[in-house]
């Protein structure tokens, strides 16, 4: 069970001709693909698109009446191997991931389809995680597109264009026997708003009308047949799309009245360019823009005759293109050469190379292209030296206060977090053992990387933490550590990274954290299951939704030949570190793997608490745990804190007038799971830590004792101090 | 003016409804016959970080095709309302060019959700949120703010109800109260308080009450020495009243603690010390003698096994328990402790001689062992109490005590090193000396680190400028390993 649902919303996607489909960018793509007759859907999930994998997932009944079929992949490359389907047959397929780390991992099959070519339209939607809220490094989709010769769609952010561009980049696929990429940017992923809705289509092909079997030989990658592909890819298939694309008005001109300048978008960004066109009074808010526009809803390839057209009258064109190395520009620059053009195209000589732009960068891009050798005719509203001064409006007294006084908030793990105790374990251990050398990977647990952890020194792709310690294992001073998620191990650190370590002899320790979903995504379902764990405090459980082809973790690892393997609960701290340290210090040859297993809290959570409130509801007897930090013993210390940074393990002014460091405190977030009590107890801290248990519905047995008790203690108890003053 | 967009950017931290505030904007928009576009920056800062939302309104035409052009980046200059649902994100705002003077209505809650960098540190590291709120206010249009947290608390609601109030309070969205109200309504959920909270909330931002925003900060009224309730008691404090008034607060709060953790002769022993202090440092407000007053008294009442059992078998801790857990009237609770003696907290209670004999002997030590480690003890039930009881009385013979002796040598050098200072004139040494005390606090390891720190800085500190006591408190205060302080005595070596 996904973290969102969109089994509400996802009722949308039977929207008939005609309907005003109000939504988010991920349905409305959804609605488009529907529209467009898809028969193949599948992906892997990642930020931007984790929600249109979810969508999809939900939409399941409806992809199914229509006749679709819809795979949740084990990984970008399983998915963009599902786009052969559209080799041999006019089927139409999409696949979703992020980009550009899930177009790396899917590089393989991506590129064998982009040779051998298509024959059914065949889409890679791909989330562009590019500038702010990015969480990946800096890379830009576009040079696949040019190295694969696959095309690459960038539509204007409007639900209408991105529903279109849906439809037309079929036919483009198809007109062109070409998989393209279409791109969906951080934003417009989760951009609102409306579109007129078109009746769905049925696949012509499907489970009730089956393709007859068809051997094209000359489609397989092998010699001599890719010199061919190459050499149509080039001579035909380029000249077919460029043609499609300026046949079918792919791209857009907008006129405007100051007809000497003229600026080229992507489609991406054009609404960034007329909020900035409209701050300088050159546009209303309606986009009708004074400066002449040309909108590349189609990035790549470029199409020649529309650049020649666009800029051979003008004196000077402002390109807006995100990212480097700026391929688009040198694109543009050749073709205005060879067509010898002499119109000034201003690009990352007045751009930033790096980074997103933004409404700030945009609006200081316009303003500096228009004050290039300009002869005052066209005014504008702000000047360049305006538009920076709006960057920070701060006085530097007030800029440098802020910058010292303003505390980062970097992501971390949630409240109750399985993986915490783990970090904590390991942090403790390294105080013995350590200094010690990580290899990170991708999931929930990369925040262990930051404060208050600190643990862990590289990172280098999903899966990969294992086969990234095996260069340095042979130089460290303590066993090679590596630290994988089970969305990690699923995705392909089985394969390369402990089949591969057990065949050389890896003597390394491999932490494979369990929690049962792809949670850092938003809680997917991966092919292993974590069992519900008794864990420390919460005190009601129910078995989780139930699977009978379970895939578990420790059966694959010893079916690829590892023999040391111990299974831990996360929420056992005492129990991980003497595990940690009998596998550091173990003389026993080969790879020591250790399953660390805890449930996702905010998966365990949304089971549990419905199931909290009915028991309780229902008038049985329930206990629901939390934790509290005794004021009176708490000294202010806050190591508790530092092993742990759970967000409701929080501060809060001393109480005691005579103590001036803030005391721990624990605030009602709490869901009870123990960890701080845990750690109060291996990392030896204060007596300050209590859990308690509230009791609802109790028993006559509870009553009693509790009655009997309460007045056993009043004979023992003194008043508030023995002593008075 | 030409027409433009209505921009609205907000930040809200995970788990705090930002999502459930955007729709419910994004519905009344609708309601009123404006378009509005959403989104957001999820990512992985849907975990911890803020999340910033960014939505933009403008009216429906009566035309279909005339539809506006949206951005969907916030942009500096470009914003009518900023909305922060805690007062550090609303200082960031600020910082990113999100609210210029001219134009952006600042609403944010004056209260604080702390960071990890803030959390962790050794002593305190929380921002200065007044310092925060002073900023951001200057930099607004109009600034309105006050603690939603505690108003949403209040009504029972959820803090976008609250923030949903003040947008509709502030006015800068033309839009009826009764649309707000209505989506409040159809939400389903919870409608009554959150409705109450909106209200509220829209009546406060709609009379700009801004109140004087005091982030926890302690009274400034004066203090006034309390009666003294025993005969012994009023002794005590008619010597307080010897000292100038500046320093009646820390000495009574001093002279209280040493009472209740020992009795009058250790409270009497106390403000002899402090006494002493007074007269060498020769200053009207006695700026040392504070520092001294403070840290002394904590020194002195250092959290052994006994003062453990003591402050956890108060019955009025039972109460603060229920309130902080939100327990009903009556609601059974099982209260459970987790405790992790260790053989040198044993024998710190233990009378001097047999602690010390305990520590050397193997034998001893592997039997005491035995009910060392981690231990869950339920301070509710009978046995446990009555142990804690049992442990408590052992401070009558706290002064004969292993772990007296080796506290009081420590406080007593630490004390000299002060006075020392004062009778070679050098001020600037000793009140940084006496802030050192500061230091000094923990259980266990914590504990050791902490007064070996002070007594290094003491001992070490001796050959150093005064100027440089101070940055060693700093170091000392700068990591958990002592490294920190280690290099800065390398450094000045």
Redesign the interface.
């Known amino acids: 069970m996904a973290e969102r649902s969109f089994e509400h919303e996802v009722q949308k996607l039977k929207y008939s001709h005609g309907e005003i489909f109000r939504g988010e960018g991920i349905l409305a793509v959804t609605k488009a693909l529907l529209q467009s007759g898809v028969s193949y859907v599948s992906g892997y999930q990642g930020?931007?698109i984790s929600h249109l994998m979810d969508v999809l997932n939900d939409a399941q009944g409806i992809l199914g009446e229509l006749g679709a079929h819809f795979e949740a992949s084990g990984s970008e490359a399983t998915a963009a191997a599902m786009l052969s389907a559209s080799i041999n047959y006019p089927l139409r397929g999409a696949v979703t991931w992020k980009s550009t780390v899930g177009t790396n991992v899917a590089s393989d099959a991506l590129s064998n389809v982009a040779s051998s070519g298509v024959t059914g339209g065949a889409m890679v939607i791909v989330g562009e995680d590019y500038g702010?809220?990015?969480?990946i490094m800096q890379e830009r989709t576009y040079a696949f597109a040019m190295k694969a010769q696959m095309w690459l769609l960038d539509p204007r952010?409007?639900l209408t264009s991105i529903v279109d561009m849906v439809e037309k980049g079929f036919q483009l696929s198809e007109a062109s026997n070409t998989p393209i990429f279409y791109m969906m940017?951080?934003?417009?992923c989760?951009?609102?708003?409306e579109f007129i809705a078109r009746d769905n289509v049925s696949p012509s092909y499907s489970n009730a009308k089956p393709v007859t079997p068809n051997r094209e030989a000359e489609k397989i990658i092998l010699p001599p047949n890719v010199y061919e592909q190459e050499r149509e890819k080039i001579a035909k298939r380029l000249p077919e799309a460029i043609e499609f694309i300026r046949k079918n008005k792919i791209n857009e001109f907008f006129e405007g009245k100051f007809s000497q300048v003229g600026v080229i978008v992507p489609g991406g960004t054009?609404?960034?360019l007329?909020?900035a066109l409209?701050?300088q009074?050159l546009s209303?808010?309606?986009?009708n823009s004074d400066i002449p526009i040309y909108v590349m809803n189609a990035v790549y390839p470029l199409v020649p005759d529309e650049i020649i057209k666009f800029c051979a009258e003008k004196s000077k064109v402002l390109l807006l293109e995100e990212g480097q190395p700026e391929y688009i520009e040198q694109g543009i620059h050749t073709i205005l050469r060879r067509a010898d053009v002499h119109t000034r195209l201003f690009g990352k000589d007045i751009m930033p190379m790096a980074g997103e732009y933004?409404?700030?960068v945009t609006?200081l891009g316009l303003a500096r292209f228009l004050e290039q050798d300009s002869d005052g005719s066209i005014p504008i509203e702000m000047s360049s030296k305006e538009v920076s001064a709006?960057?920070?409006?701060?006085s530097d007294d007030?800029?440098n206060?802020?910058?010292t006084?303003?505390?980062?908030?970097?992501?971390?793990?949630?409240t109750g977090c399985p993986e915490r105790p783990l970090f904590s374990a390991i942090k403790q251990v390294q105080s013995e053992l350590g200094p010690f050398h990580i290899s990170s990977d991708i999931g929930?647990h990369s925040?262990a990387t930051?404060?208050?952890f600190n643990l862990g020194n590289t990172i280098m792709g999903y899966g990969l933490s294992l086969a990234s310690s095996s260069g340095i294992r042979h130089s460290l001073p303590h066993k090679a550590i590596s630290i994988m998620g089970d969305g990690g191990f699923w995705h392909n650190g089985l394969s390369s990274g402990v089949t591969s370590a057990v065949f050389n002899k890896h003597d390394g320790i491999l932490i494979i954290i369990d929690n049962g979903y792809s949670a850092?995504t938003g809680g997917q379902d991966i092919p292993s299951f974590v069992d519900p764990n008794t864990i420390v405090a919460t005190t009601i459980d129910a078995d989780s939704a139930h699977r009978d082809d379970k895939q578990p973790i420790d059966e694959a690892c010893r079916g690829a030949g590892v023999k040391w393997l111990r299974t831990v609960s996360t929420y056992s701290i005492?129990q991980m570190k003497n595990v940690l340290s009998e596998a550091l210090q173990s003389s026993e040859p080969g790879l020591k793997v250790i399953i660390a297993e805890g449930e996702c809290m905010l998966n365990r959570q949304r089971r549990i608490k419905p199931l909290l409130k009915q028991s309780i509801a229902g008038g049985k007897r329930t206990?629901r745990a939390?934790f509290?930090v005794?004021?009176?013993?708490c000294?202010?210390?806050?190591?508790c804190?530092?092993l742990s940074?759970c967000?409701s393990?929080?501060?809060?002014?001393n109480p005691d007038?005579?103590?001036?460091?803030?005391i721990t405190y624990i605030d009602?977030?709490c869901v009870g799971c123990g960890v701080c009590?845990?750690n109060?107890?291996?990392a030896?801290?204060?007596?300050s830590?209590?859990?308690?248990?509230?009791?609802?519905n109790?028993s006559v047995i509870?009553?009693v004792v509790?009655n009997?008790?309460e007045k056993?203690?009043?004979l023992?108890?003194t008043?508030?101090?023995?002593?008075?003053? | 003016m030409?027409?433009?967009?209505v921009n609205l950017v907000a930040a809200a931290?995970?788990?705090e409804g930002g999502g459930v505030f955007t729709n419910w904007l994004?519905d009344v928009a609708e309601l009123e016959g404006w378009f509005?576009?959403?989104?957001?920056?999820?990512?992985?800062?849907q975990?911890?970080?803020?999340t910033?939302y960014y939505l933009e309104f403008?009216p429906r035409s009566s035309r279909h095709d005339?539809?506006?052009?949206?951005?969907?980046?916030?942009?500096?200059?470009?914003i009518d309302i900023a909305v922060a649902s805690e007062i550090?994100e609303a200082?960031?705002m600020?910082?990113r060019?999100f609210?210029?003077?001219d134009r952006t209505t600042l609403i944010a809650s004056d209260h604080r959700?702390?960071?990890?960098?803030?959390?962790?540190?050794?002593?305190?590291s929380?921002?200065?949120a007044e310092?925060?709120s002073e900023?951001a206010g200057?930099?607004s249009k109009e600034f309105i703010h006050y603690d939603m947290l505690k108003l949403a608390n209040d009504h029972g609601a959820v803090i976008s109800s609250v923030l949903l109030g003040a947008v509709a309070g502030s006015g800068v969205l033309p839009f009826s109260k009764s649309s707000f109200e209505n989506v409040i309504r159809s939400s389903g959920k919870s409608v009554d308080v959150n409705l109450a909270a909106f209200e509220a909330s829209a009546e406060k931002a709609r009379l700009r009450g801004v109140e004087v925003f005091t982030p926890?900060s302690?009274s400034l009224v004066e203090f006034k020495l309390p009666i003294?309730?025993?005969e012994k008691?009023r002794e005590?404090?008619d010597q307080i009243l010897t000292f100038p008034s500046v320093l009646y607060?820390?000495l009574y709060?001093?002279?209280?603690?040493c009472?209740?953790y020992?009795?009058?002769a250790y409270?009497s022993w106390y403000l002899a010390q402090c006494e002493s202090m007074y007269a060498l440092e020769n200053k009207t407000n006695g700026p040392v003698t504070m520092q001294v007053a403070?840290y002394l008294?904590?020194w002195m009442c250092y959290?052994d096994i006994s003062r453990?059992a003591?402050?956890?078998?108060?019955?009025?801790?039972v109460e603060?328990?229920r309130r902080?857990?939100?327990?009903a009237p009556n609601?059974?609770?099982?209260?459970?402790?987790?405790?992790?003696p260790?053989i040198e907290e044993m024998c710190a209670i233990m009378p001097k001689v047999i602690g010390d004999r305990i520590l050397k002997s193997s034998f001893a030590k592997a039997v005491l062992k035995l009910f060392t480690?981690?231990k869950?003890l339920r301070t509710?039930?009978?046995f446990v109490?009555?142990l804690l009881?049992i442990l408590a009385s052992f401070r009558v013979v706290r002064r004969s005590s292993l772990g007296y002796e080796y506290e009081h040598k420590m406080i007593h050098r630490w004390l000299s090193s002060v006075m020392n200072a004062l009778a070679k004139k050098d001020s600037v040494r000793a009140l940084a000396l006496a802030r050192c005390g500061?230091l000094v606090?923990?259980?266990?390891?914590?504990r050791h680190r902490?007064t070996s720190q002070l007594m290094d800085i003491v001992d070490k500190g001796a050959s150093l400028p005064s100027e440089r006591i101070e940055s060693l408190k700093y170091a000392a205060l700068d990591d958990?390993t002592g490294e920190g302080l280690a290099k800065m005595f390398d450094s000045v070596a």
Not at chain 1, 719 to 725: D, G, I, R, T
Not at chain 2, 47 to 50: E, K, Q, S, V
């Open positions: 930020s931007p702010e809220g990015s969480s952010p409007n940017r951080i934003r417009s989760h951009v609102t708003g054009y609404n960034t007329i909020r409209q701050r009074g209303d808010v309606y986009g933004t409404g700030q609006l709006l960057q920070s409006t701060l007030d800029h206060s802020l910058l006084s303003l505390p980062p908030r970097p992501s971390g793990l949630c929930c925040f930051l404060a208050p850092a005492e206990l939390r509290y005794d004021e009176d013993t000294n202010g210390d806050h190591a804190i530092r940074g967000p393990l929080t501060i809060k002014e007038p005579l103590r001036e460091d803030p009602n977030s009590g845990s109060a107890h291996s030896v801290l204060c007596p830590f209590v859990r308690v248990d509230l009791v609802f109790p509870d009553r509790c009997l008790r056993a203690v009043s023992f108890s008043n508030s101090a023995e002593n008075q003053l | 030409t027409e433009r967009t931290l995970g788990g994004a509005c576009q959403t989104t957001a920056l999820a990512g992985v800062a975990r911890t970080g803020a910033i403008f005339k539809i506006p052009v949206m951005s969907l980046f916030p942009a500096q200059g470009d550090a200082a960031r600020v910082q060019g609210v210029t003077a959700v702390y960071s990890i960098d803030e959390k962790q540190g050794l002593g305190d929380t921002a200065d310092h925060l900023v200057r930099y926890e302690k003294a309730q025993t008691g005590l404090l607060e820390v709060h001093g002279v209280s603690k009472v209740d020992q009795d009058h409270a403070r008294a904590l959290e453990v003591q402050l956890k078998t108060r019955l009025a801790r603060n328990i902080e857990v939100k327990a609601q059974i609770l099982h209260i459970t402790e987790f405790f992790s260790r480690g981690g869950k509710d039930g009978v109490f009555v009881r500061r606090k923990g259980y266990g390891e914590t902490t958990d």
